[in-house]
């Protein structure tokens, strides 16, 4: 079979803060239409530095990041659902409508459609009207990836979006995700620094490196169902296992790194 269109493309790309922080060492990645793929590691190794970076939101210090979509096939979905508090469910889904309609793309009532459409693919359709605070985390989370998938995307970037939530609602919003991206056809990058919802969710898994992050593993995760007895397998746990030493790895890895750095810096 041939292997799919590439979406993303980064060679040699790595990101320096003023103040010198290096938060990302040169990447190399290419992201392929319809794969799920998680960048797991530990807090503060770059994943979202990375994402932001993917998504165009940042520039690389050095190499070339390509994106095969266009700006209007993209969105992002924050670590916070983020939702204006004075404005109801349906008003926040169509801000990115609004931002679009500015430049004379889409009439009132095809916006209308859209965020229907949108909200009925989270399951909230009865709550347009409602407001954020009258709504449970899962909920807003939930109201935040519509306002994502209002446009249609062909790629979601998400950056560690359920990490608030607890287990159950997670793994709820999980299945829903799955479902979701399936049905659409998304290409994902989703940030994590949960080795149990990286098994369930992706097609593959990158595993970072303590800071300054890079790539330690990159590990496939093609699995051909996920569902409540995956979770429960043997399967599930020998490679949430093996993430788990990569990670830890990568955790060492970061460590002589930073020691090294510390060593020419003396
Ligand atoms: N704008 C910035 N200026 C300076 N340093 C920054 C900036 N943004 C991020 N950093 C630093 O870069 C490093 C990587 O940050 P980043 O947010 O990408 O990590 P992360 O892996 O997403 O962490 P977490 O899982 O905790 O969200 C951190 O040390 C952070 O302090």
């Known amino acids: 079979m041939p292997e799919a269109p590439v979406v993303l493309h980064a060679q040699g790309v790595s990101r320096r803060f003023t103040k010198g922080v290096t938060a990302l060492s040169p990447v190399d990645l290419t992201v392929r239409e319809g794969e799920f793929v998680s960048l797991l ?8 530095t990375l994402l932001r970076l993917m998504s165009g ?20 979905v924050f670590q916070d659902a983020t939702l204006m508090p004075w404005a109801s469910v349906r008003t926040n889904v169509r801000l990115p409508l609004d931002l679009e309609r500015g430049a004379g793309k889409r009439s009132a009532a095809d916006a ?16 347009g009207d409602a407001f954020p605070r009258e709504l449970s985390g899962g909920m807003r989370m939930r109201v935040s990836i519509a306002r994502a998938l209002v446009t249609e995307p062909r790629l979601l970037l998400m950056d560690e979006p359920f990490g608030a939530l607890d287990d159950i609602t997670r793994q709820h919003l999980d ?8 049905r659409h056809r998304l290409t994902v990058v989703f940030v994590t620094h ?35 007895d995956f979770r429960g397998s043997p399967d599930f ?8 030493a990569a990670l830890l790895k990568g955790q060492q890895a970061g460590a002589v790194d930073a020691a090294s750095i510390g060593n020419t810096q003396s």
């Open 41 to 48: 590691g530990p807090s503060g190794c770059g994943k979202t």
């Open 57 to 76: 939101l940042d520039t690389p210090t050095t190499g070339t990041l390509t994106r095969a979509v266009a700006e209007d096939s993209l969105s992002y």
């Open 112 to 127: 209308a459609q859209a965020v229907d459409a949108a909200l009925e693919r989270v399951g909230l359709r009865d709550f």
């Open 175 to 182: 299945d829903e995700l799955l479902a979701l991206a399936r």
């Open 194 to 228: 949960n080795v149990f919802e990286a098994v369930y969710l992706s097609t593959r898994v990158v595993v970072m490196s303590a800071r300054p992050g890079r790539i330690v593993e990159d590990v496939n995760n093609d699995v051909p169902v996920r569902n409540a």
């Open 237 to 244: 746990a020998m490679r949430a296992a093996r993430l788990q």
